[in-house]
């Protein structure tokens, strides 16, 4: 069975640092993709970065950087120059090989400090 | 806006009751998806349909819940004789074909079951 794993419910950063939140996988799919999507206090997910399994290089998307480690099964979402409105959940997702059912964590809610 | 739309965006209604939701996907999106989420808690897969066909059910959709998705465009979403545990957001997300593309997500329909 796929499993999504999320350990820090609550993570506090200082405005314009880095922060790194943590997601560990399970899966017995060769083909996966990995996904992270934030969602604000208004409630709509907004999709962050995709991760797919074959991709030898880590994701990039601005700001927002995964640090895939395949053999550990992680993939740690790291978000530098933090800022106020980056306040949010943080939701880590896979999709198995069927490309369709998207396993999602139980979040992270971050808090940015000024 | 074409992004994906969900009515109504709030729905309260008496136990026993049936409700119906509707989601309008991304036009030029062929799959869809509905979700659950409840407070403090990621998504939780309900169901999902390419075109017109429902291709998975999740267990957690009991005979109560039924999905359509009539001209492969946009889809319903039916709970019969509405329970307490049912209040959740219901969450409805599309997608284009491949593993890699993400799913974009509607606003959500917060349902409150009296």
């Known amino acids: 069975a796929q499993k999504i794993t999320q350990t820090q419910p609550g993570m506090f950063v200082q405005e314009k640092e880095a922060v790194t939140l943590d997601c560990t996988y399970d899966t017995s799919d060769q083909s996966y993709g990995l996904f992270w999507y934030k969602q604000p206090s208004s409630g709509e997910m907004i999709f962050l970065i995709y991760?797919?399994?074959?991709?030898?290089q880590n994701a990039t998307e601005g700001r927002y950087s995964l640090n895939f480690q395949k053999a550990r099964k992680s993939a740690n979402l790291v978000i530098s120059a933090s800022q106020l409105g980056d306040s949010a959940m943080y939701f880590c997702?896979?999709?198995?090989?069927?490309?369709?059912?998207?396993?999602f964590g139980a979040g992270t809610r971050l808090f940015v400090k000024a | 806006d074409t992004g994906v739309s969900q009515d109504p965006r709030h729905k309260i209604t008496k136990r026993g009751q049936n409700v119906t939701f509707r989601c309008d996907p991304i036009s030029e999106h062929n799959r869809l998806y509905w979700y659950r989420q409840t407070l403090g808690q990621g998504p939780e897969f309900l169901t999902y349909f390419q075109n017109e066909a429902q291709l998975e059910k999740s267990r957690l959709l009991s005979d109560r819940f039924s999905a359509e998705r009539p001209k492969g465009s946009f889809s319903t979403l039916e709970i019969q004789r509405t329970e307490q545990g049912d209040s959740a957001m219901y969450l409805c997300?599309?997608?284009?074909?491949?593993?890699?593309?993400?799913?974009?997500f509607g606003p959500g329909t917060r349902l409150t079951v009296l």
């Open positions: 991760q797919g399994s074959y991709d030898e």
């Open positions: 997300a599309s997608s284009l074909g491949n593993l890699g593309n993400e799913q974009f």
């Open positions: 997702a896979m999709r198995g090989t069927g490309g369709f059912k998207t396993i």
